[in-house]
Each structure stands twice: as structure tokens, then as C-alpha cells.
């Protein structure tokens, strides 16, 4: 419900802006954007950034289900900045954010200087797999506006899968910028936690645990057991199949059943990249990636991945 007031909202105050070109427009949508962050930014008590398509709603869904369980409430909301703080305020105000705004609003484009003084849980993960994940995300679920807000494809372009990964401003490039300059900005952080998605995959308790205990509330082995459950593949497909959590907006929801391209929980695959490209074109893959990201992810080694 506060997503459609959220959207109500913003189409009441760029109403006024719609005479004005379109490159206006989406810089005015921006910067408003930014303003709700900077908002939400200011009253929370932890933030969990990430990439899009980094497996931030996976671990939206353990860590609701994990204060669901720790603080007996009903499990018919993902958790959501407040509304869970609001049932009991032993819960942390989390800011759920994907960094796109923010900068547009505060000025802030080349530092993390709007973050320094707040506890952050940055996800990041292998931004091949990531790159690969937004291609589907921009095909199958992305709307039309929020393609040209962010500067991708337009809706409907015939590009490639691999030269999607390969734009600019869209995939692998865009990605790396991302990530570096947070690993340029990590120092200054005095309460910082990187978490890999790899890791979260391998060891999935263990690092839930970590993210608990640095968020200040630490729970019991079956609190976490019972939220890494709750959280698995198959039960987030199951819940996703049955729009389990429709009130929280689009986010666990098909575009379309028929097709599972189209599932915000596609393949959850470590790794799983290299099946959509020849040698030729992973080669060059792993190049920009090598040549480009910065090696504190451990992503620029040559390893052998394998699958979760």
C-alpha cells in the first residue's frame, strides 16, 4: 500500500513538469527520488545497498522472516524501512537501496559521503552474473519509464544479450563504476560489512549470522535456521508463484507465469554467466572485468566457479 502512495505521490508533484523536455523531466524524477532517500537515509538505522540484481530481495526475505520469527509477528509483509520497527521497536529501521538517487539530490556523485556516518551492509556480487540478471531484469520486468530513468535500452530495443552486458551505461561498465568507487570509499566507513552473494550462497547461515550481529540484533540458531529456510529457492519461487507478498509491491511478483525469465527469482546460479556465451565472448568478459574491477571482491581472479 505504501508503494501505490509512494507512485500517487510523485506523479502529483511532476505533474506540473510535464510541459517540460523529457531529459527535464527525468532529471526533476531523479532528484525527487533522491529527496525520499535522503529522507529515509536520515531516519534509519542500518542500510543494505546493493547493485540491482545483487540478491537483495533474498536477503530482504530472510531478514524479515528472521525478526518475524525473533519477535513472533505474522509473516504477510517483506520487510520495509518501518513497517516492521512499527510492530516492535526492537527492530532496526533497515533502508533497503540500490544508490541510484541519492547523488542526484545531495550533490554527491563521487563519494559515499552521504554514508559515512551510518551503518552500512553493502551486497555485492560477481557483476558478470549481476550483468546477466539485469539483461532479464530489463527485457522481462522493467517498465518502459523506469528504462529511460535510469538510462538503459530503450523498451523494446533488439540488442543482444551480449552486447546488453557489454553496454555502457546498462551492464558490465556501469556495474564496475559501482563497485569501485565503493571500494574506494569502504575506508571511510567506520561501520562498514561487505557481504558477497557467493558467500551468502556457500554459507548461507553463517553469513546471515554475521549480518544480525552487525546489525545489532543477533538471534538464536533456530531463529536463524527457520529464516534461511523460509528463504530457500524453492520457497521463494513457491511464494513468488503465489504473490505471497503482493502488498509489498512488485518485488516478489511474475510479470508473466509462463515464462520463468520473467520470475524475480530466475536461477540464483553462482556463476551460471558463462552458459550464455561462447568462449570468445566470455573471454572478453572476463577481460573487462579483470582489466577494470577493483580486486578487494575477489571477482578478478581466474577460478573455477561452481554453482550453489
Given at each position: 500500500?505504501?508503494?501505490?502512495w509512494?507512485?500517487?505521490?510523485?506523479?502529483?508533484?511532476?505533474?506540473?513538469?510535464?510541459?517540460l523536455?523529457e531529459?527535464?523531466?527525468?532529471?526533476?524524477?531523479r532528484r525527487?527520488r533522491g529527496?525520499e532517500?535522503?529522507r529515509?537515509?536520515?531516519?534509519?538505522?542500518?542500510?543494505?545497498?546493493?547493485?540491482g540484481?545483487?540478491?537483495?530481495?533474498?536477503?530482504?526475505?530472510?531478514?524479515?522472516?528472521?525478526y518475524?520469527?525473533?519477535h513472533?509477528?505474522r509473516?504477510?509483509?517483506?520487510?520495509g524501512f518501518a513497517?516492521l520497527?512499527a510492530k516492535?521497536?526492537?527492530?532496526?529501521?533497515?533502508?533497503?537501496t540500490?544508490?541510484?538517487?541519492?547523488?542526484?539530490?545531495?550533490g554527491?556523485?563521487?563519494?559515499?559521503q552521504?554514508y559515512?556516518?551510518?551503518?552500512?551492509?553493502l551486497?555485492?556480487?560477481?557483476?558478470?552474473?549481476?550483468?546477466v540478471?539485469q539483461?532479464?531484469?530489463w527485457k522481462?520486468?522493467?517498465?518502459?519509464?523506469?528504462?529511460k530513468?535510469?538510462q538503459?535500452?530503450?523498451?523494446?530495443?533488439?540488442i543482444s544479450?551480449?552486447?546488453f552486458?557489454?553496454?555502457?551505461?546498462?551492464g558490465?561498465?556501469?556495474?564496475?563504476?559501482?563497485?569501485n568507487?565503493?571500494?574506494?570509499?569502504?575506508p571511510?566507513?567506520?561501520?562498514f560489512?561487505?557481504v558477497?552473494?557467493?558467500d551468502?550462497r556457500?554459507?548461507?547461515?553463517?553469513?546471515?549470522?554475521?549480518?544480525t550481529d552487525f546489525?545489532?540484533?543477533?538471534?538464536?540458531?533456530?531463529e536463524?535456521?527457520?529464516?534461511v529456510?523460509?528463504?530457500?529457492?524453492?520457497n521463494?519461487?513457491k511464494l513468488?508463484q503465489?504473490k505471497?507478498f503482493w502488498?509489498?509491491?512488485?518485488?516478489?511478483?511474475?510479470?508473466?507465469?509462463?515464462?520463468p525469465?520473467?520470475?524475480k527469482?530466475r536461477?540464483?546460479?553462482?556463476?551460471?554467466?558463462?552458459?550464455?556465451f561462447?568462449d570468445?565472448?566470455?573471454?572478453?568478459?572476463?577481460e573487462?572485468?579483470?582489466?577494470r574491477?577493483?580486486?578487494?571482491?575477489?571477482?578478478?581472479?581466474?577460478?573455477q566457479?561452481?554453482?550453489?
Open positions: 500500500m505504501y508503494n501505490l509512494k507512485q500517487l505521490y510523485r506523479r502529483l508533484v511532476l505533474a506540473p513538469a510535464f510541459p523536455p531529459s527535464r523531466r527525468i532529471t526533476l524524477e525527487l529527496k532517500e535522503a529515509k537515509l536520515s531516519l534509519c538505522d542500518a542500510v543494505i545497498v546493493s547493485y540484481k545483487s540478491g537483495r530481495t533474498w536477503l530482504r526475505v530472510m531478514l524479515s522472516r528472521f518475524q520469527a525473533k513472533h509477528l509473516s504477510t509483509q517483506l520487510l513497517n520497527h516492535n521497536p526492537a527492530i532496526p529501521r533497515i533502508f533497503f540500490h544508490d541510484n538517487y541519492l547523488k542526484d539530490y545531495t554527491h556523485a563521487g563519494s559515499k552521504d559515512y556516518e551510518h551503518k552500512v551492509v551486497l555485492a556480487r560477481d557483476p558478470r552474473d549481476t550483468a540478471s539483461f532479464f531484469q522481462f520486468r522493467m517498465r518502459p519509464a523506469k528504462k530513468l535510469n538503459y535500452p530503450p523498451h523494446g530495443s533488439d544479450l551480449f552486447d552486458v557489454m553496454h555502457e551505461t546498462a558490465l561498465p556501469k556495474i564496475i563504476d559501482f563497485l568507487l565503493w571500494a574506494r570509499e569502504m571511510k566507513l567506520d561501520r560489512l561487505l558477497r552473494y557467493e551468502l556457500a554459507d548461507t547461515a553463517g553469513e546471515l549470522r554475521r549480518i546489525l545489532g540484533t543477533p538471534g538464536s540458531e533456530e536463524i535456521r527457520e529464516a529456510e523460509y528463504a530457500s529457492i524453492e521463494m519461487r513468488e503465489e505471497k502488498l509489498s509491491g512488485s518485488r516478489l511478483v511474475p510479470k508473466d507465469k509462463s515464462n525469465d520473467s520470475y527469482v536461477r540464483a546460479k553462482v556463476g551460471g554467466w558463462r552458459d550464455y561462447d570468445d565472448q566470455a573471454r572478453r568478459i572476463d573487462l572485468v579483470n582489466e574491477l577493483d580486486p578487494v571482491y575477489q571477482y578478478t581472479q581466474t577460478r566457479v561452481v554453482n550453489a
